[in-house]
């Protein structure tokens, strides 16, 4: 598919005459940070360690979930055990060792072009991430200048993580923009669906083992195989008149 193409698939769905975005609603595990194959080394020790079977693979599928909502997902299916709220939180605080333990990843290849393009075209970026991972949400304010804590969404702001749209819906309202109004830029299908649901214009970008057909099926108005390439095709996408 072409971008006039999804442009024009949304425009018709939406309901709306033209594109006039403002605001880019990013995600994080898999957009910002290529903290995927870390995480899921550290959701994989955790079950173990408490005798529920799972396999790496699966929570690129559980990406956008809360980390609290993920843990008490995989204690209810594995083991039968529903979980507390502060049950849930203490075990996925044990997961967040884990995780840190593998040490900091690299930024997606290409993240910051695409951020530049967003702050060059007056766009305002907003992060919307279910992560409740301190080292993570840390890191953002380090490395990304001008992604603001404020207006941030995580998964400690919301009772309902992706693939609801209360995520997206938030930002939406942080923003204090409409949804025609709005972008989200993803990696996975909770989050793609989430995106969708709160009826943004929703961009996929393959950085994991999901492929394209997974997250078109999920929702995505677009997909792109990097990040590069999607900073090449949004000057289009943020002017479609030009």
């Known amino acids: 598919m072409t971008l006039q193409e999804a442009i024009s698939n949304y425009l018709r769905y939406a309901g709306c005459k033209q594109l006039n975005i403002t605001t880019a609603l990013i995600d994080c595990d898999g957009v910002l940070f290529d903290t995927m194959k870390n995480h899921t080394r550290a959701w994989v020790r955790l079950m173990q360690k408490n005798g529920i079977k799972c396999s790496r693979d699966e929570f690129y599928q559980y990406e956008g979930m809360t980390g609290t909502e993920i843990v008490k997902k995989k204690f209810k299916d594995g083991v039968g055990k529903l979980l507390t709220d502060d049950e849930a939180l203490a075990l996925y605080k044990v997961k967040g060792r884990y995780f840190q333990e593998l040490g900091e990843t690299p930024k997606i290849e290409g993240i910051d072009q695409v951020l530049e393009v967003l702050k060059q075209a007056g766009i305002e970026r907003i992060v919307v991430t279910g992560s409740q991972q301190p080292s ?29 749209p209360e995520p997206y ?74």
């Open 136 to 164: 993570v949400l840390d890191r953002i304010d380090r490395e990304f200048e001008g992604l603001l804590s404020e207006k941030r969404v995580t998964g400690f702001d919301v009772r309902h993580g992706k693939p609801n």
């Open 169 to 242: 819906l938030k930002g939406i309202e942080k923003a204090g923009a409409r949804a025609a109004q709005c972008i989200v830029i993803e990696n996975a299908p909770l989050g793609v669906q989430a995106g969708h649901a709160a009826g943004c214009f929703t961009i996929a970008v393959m950085t994991g083992p999901l492929s394209e057909k997974d997250l078109y099926k999920a929702g995505a108005d677009i997909v792109f195989p990097t990040m590069d390439a999607l900073a090449q095709a949004l000057p289009l996408l943020l002017n479609p008149a030009q």
